[in-house]
Nanobody
């Protein structure tokens, strides 16, 4: 499995969580990566993306100022630090990778070639 997410759990409003996405050797390299989420009954939503160098980052409007995306290229791992969680953040969070050589960050799901199976985050009020 190229991408494996972890870190999702039940949290209370106001708490913080950090999600991780481990990329295997089979995953694309030299690429941008991102996080998306999908709440029950809703469409998949862009959360954050980061370019290969880590110098260009985008965030969805609903998470700006609260979430931070980062990556450790040496460990082939993508992170999402989520602060001040609210019940509206509940959903399955997916890690996504662009194809090898696609280094630019983007906000559209169709731009990502590989997806993990997701990790579930539930935030109670």
């Amino acid at each position: 499995v190229p991408l494996v997410e972890s870190g999702g759990r039940l949290a209370r409003a106001g708490e913080s969580l950090e999600l991780s996405c481990a990329a295997s050797d089979d995953a694309p390299s030299n690429n941008a990566m991102g996080w998306f989420r999908q709440a029950p009954g809703k469409e998949r939503e862009f959360v954050a993306s980061i370019n290969w160098k880590g110098s260009n980052i985008y965030y969805g409007d609903s998470v700006k100022g609260r979430f931070t995306i980062s990556r450790d290229k040496a460990k082939n791992t993508l992170f999402l630090r989520m602060n001040n969680l609210s019940p509206e953040d509940t959903g399955r969070y997916f890690c996504a990778a662009r194809s090898s050589g696609s280094v630019a960050a983007t906000t559209t799901a169709v731009s990502f070639a590989i997806w993990g199976k997701g990790t579930l985050v539930t935030v109670s009020s």
